[in-house]
């Protein structure tokens, strides 16, 4: 084992990448709550490995969609777990990475020289948001369908680009078949690229620029 470990060192450095990615040290007063960050990736991954199974049996069409959901739930072996797995994963991510987030502000950590690190959190996290409403039509239930009408209602009230940003969500002036085949492509094609490289450059930055030390507290005393 020694061997082989010593044969990959010598190619591309493993053992170089390991010191750099996990025997950093850690400022003095971290605690718990920055595992926030380390829990959204988990549960990044969750989504990630539970979206890819349950694609290999959803069929993105108003015919097929909502009965192929049922057949994922009843029949494929843990279809329901997984399923479930995908569905709470969903809303725990959103909840954690927003916690993520208000922990980084309220300590700071996104002043100098973390100011890009924030920039790509910010978009990851409406990444996220876009997640969550794209696939909540893809059951192509009376939940989904609905609520996917209020958020296109919504994008329409915007200046300007509203009534466009509408009939974009839509694919044409009403939900349908269009509508339900963007939002599977936008969920499963251009959101996880999009992801997956917000991420990575995120990831890169906290491992490069090192993890923010709380805020020290004033401890003088006022004269």
């Given at each position: ?37 380390s829990?959204s ?39 329901a ?12 991510m959103?909840i ?5 987030m208000?922990?980084?502000y309220f300590?700071?950590a ?7 690190t ?15 409403f ?47 085949t ?7 094609l ?16 906290v ?17």
């Open positions: 084992m020694k061997k082989i470990v010593d044969w990959f060192d010598e190619r591309i450095q493993t053992r170089e990448i390991k010191e750099t990615l996990f025997d950093r040290k850690i400022p003095k007063g971290v605690g718990w709550i920055y595992a926030l960050g829990a990736l988990f549960l990044l991954i969750l989504q990630a490995v539970t979206g890819i199974l349950l694609a290999m049996s959803y069929s993105a069409a108003p015919d097929h969609a909502y009965a192929s959901v049922q057949y994922i739930t009843e029949q494929i072996p843990m279809g777990i997984i399923r479930g797995l995908h569905k709470w994963g969903a809303s725990f959103v954690v990475v927003t916690l993520h208000i922990r980084v300590m700071g996104y002043k100098f020289p973390r100011e890009l924030w920039v790509l959190g910010v978009l990851i996290w409406l990444v996220v948001i876009g997640f969550g794209t696939g909540y039509l893809l059951p192509w239930d009376q939940k989904g369908y609905w609520a996917t009408m209020v958020g296109a209602n919504l994008a329409g009230q915007a200046p300007f680009i509203g009534e466009a940003a509408s009939k974009v969500l839509r694919g044409g002036e009403a939900l349908g078949a269009i509508t339900l963007r939002f599977y492509a936008i969920h499963v251009v959101l996880p690229a999009s992801l997956l490289t917000l991420v990575g450059l995120h990831l890169f930055l491992v490069r620029q090192g993890i923010s030390a709380p805020p020290e507290r004033d401890k003088g005393e006022r004269s």
